[in-house]
Nanobody, 126 residues
């Protein structure tokens, strides 16, 4: 599975961004998907996850009410809509794929994801 993340940038606090992740190499609807982020000097942390058909999502408490994860299985695309961005959201954002995901589950543990995109930088200025 190849994952290509895009959509990051430099924005002011309160702005919105939409991250995209293009997947190839495997039937996309068989993959559980997630977004993670890593800020300088910090460990990679869970942001959001979505089940295989897009009906079930999970968000980290720090982004609930501001971020939305979605997917388009017909286009092999994963999205992260980010609104109300804060300086503490500054990080490199990674999309990830879990090929062993069951239909009804989402996964917050980065250890279950076998495939990772290259990351896209999001910088939020105050």
């Amino acid at each position: 599975v190849q994952l290509q993340a895009s959509g990051g940038g430099l924005v002011q606090a309160g702005a919105s961004l939409r991250l995209s992740c293009a997947a190839s190499g495997r039937r996309f609807s068989n993959l559980g998907m997630g977004w993670f982020r890593q800020a300088p000097g910090k460990e990679r942390e869970f942001v959001a996850a979505i089940n295989r058909n897009g009906y079930i999502t999970d968000l980290a408490d720090s982004v609930k009410g501001r971020f939305t994860i979605s997917r388009d299985n017909a286009k092999n695309m994963l999205f992260l809509q980010m609104t109300g961005l804060k300086p503490e959201d500054t990080a490199v954002y990674y999309c990830a794929a879990n090929p062993r995901a069951i239909l009804s589950a989402t996964y917050a543990n980065p250890g279950v994801y076998d495939y990772w995109g290259q990351g896209t930088q999001v910088t939020v200025s105050s």
